[in-house]
């Protein structure tokens, strides 16, 4: 089966993780494309990876969402090294209890649908460590 990143800067390979775009003045990173900085107005990017190990900085537990969405689930930022990425708390039950400020937490895939074509999308969460 043939599997395609939701977002662009998902990489899926032996060891699956994230790639931001990394101001070569100031090092600020960002994901997806940028035109300048917001932090220096530099106007070059470099790639660089972030780390698939974490601590979850803040969260919420989603409690109403669109139609189709399964409630409820954890949203949240997790501190990857210096680097802020939002992401989805998976594979814990969604409640205080299970999900707390400060727990180390690692990057995972999530199947998300496969199309007509047998092409299966995967989007990415956090999972406790």
Do not use: K, W
């Amino acid at each position: 089966m043939s599997r395609m990143p939701l977002v662009d800067y998902l990489v899926l390979d032996d060891e699956p993780h994230l790639v931001a775009a990394e101001c070569t003045a100031c090092g600020a990173r960002y994901f997806d494309r940028r035109s300048a900085c917001a932090h220096c107005g530099g106007v070059e990017f470099g790639s660089a990876d972030v780390p698939t190990e974490g601590v979850l900085t803040t969260f919420t537990i989603v409690q109403f969402a669109a139609a189709g969405v399964e409630v409820p689930f954890v949203a949240g930022v997790v501190d990857c090294g210096g680097t802020s990425v939002r992401g989805n708390v998976v594979n814990t039950p969604p409640d205080p209890e299970h999900v707390t400020l400060g727990m180390r937490v690692r990057l995972t895939t999530v199947p998300v649908g496969t199309d007509s074509a047998g092409i299966e999308a995967v989007g990415y969460g956090f999972e406790p460590v």
